[in-house]
């Protein structure tokens, strides 16, 4: 490793876990993007385009202050029947949402973008489809009790990789593209933009 700086434009701390996990040296520095009015300015995208947008409106935006490191944005956008799903504020949005997805497969965007000196260097794009079980009500509760804080950390508002797990019968593609973070193609620009060795 040459030692060139990595950040993270992420509060995600699954995100950030995943990354220390693998070996990658890295510091944190949340955008202060507004993702409301990015929405907003891109009326019509699609579930996959949005997550690429907010993931490059981040990037751009640290990148613009750290002119001398490499940017890493990462957003996820959770998709049903055609729409896009925010995070839940709370404890009865977590439940609300948990009861939609109940039973049926929704998908989730997850959008990378690496930018150096203020340019983009790197994007990724990665889906995964999501079949969650038809669960009882006498579990959803005792999961919302167990669940906490993960329930308004993510945009599911489920933690997958704990007991989160359990929400689901099937799921189709990566792991790390169902927490948000699709490693491998991280871990190859990494190489490739020289903060990672070869």
Request: proline residues 3%.
């Amino acid at each position: 490793m040459n030692g060139a700086p990595l950040i993270l434009a992420s509060a995600s701390a699954v995100r950030a876990r995943i990354l220390a996990a693998a070996g990658v040296a890295f510091t944190i520095e949340t955008s202060g993007v507004d993702e409301d009015a990015v929405k907003a300015q891109h009326p019509g995208l699609t579930p996959g385009e949005l997550a690429l947008t907010l993931a490059e409106a981040k990037a751009l935006a640290v990148s613009g202050r750290r002119r001398g490191a490499l940017v890493l944005g990462a957003d996820q956008v959770l998709a049903l029947d055609g729409r896009s799903f925010d995070k839940a504020e709370s404890r009865a949005g977590a439940r609300e949402r948990l009861l939609a997805l109940r039973g049926r497969v929704h998908q989730l965007h997850s959008g990378l973008v690496a930018a150096r000196g203020g340019n983009i260097v790197w994007r990724c794009a990665d889906s995964a489809a999501l079949t969650m079980r038809d669960f009882s009500d006498a579990f959803l509760d005792a999961y919302l009790d167990l669940a906490g804080d993960a329930l308004t950390a993510s945009v599911g508002a489920y933690a997958y990789e704990e007991a989160g797990a359990q929400l689901f019968e099937r799921v189709e593609g990566d792991f790390f593209t169902v927490l948000g973070l699709p490693l491998l193609p991280v871990l190859g620009m990494l190489r490739d933009q020289g903060v990672l060795a070869e």
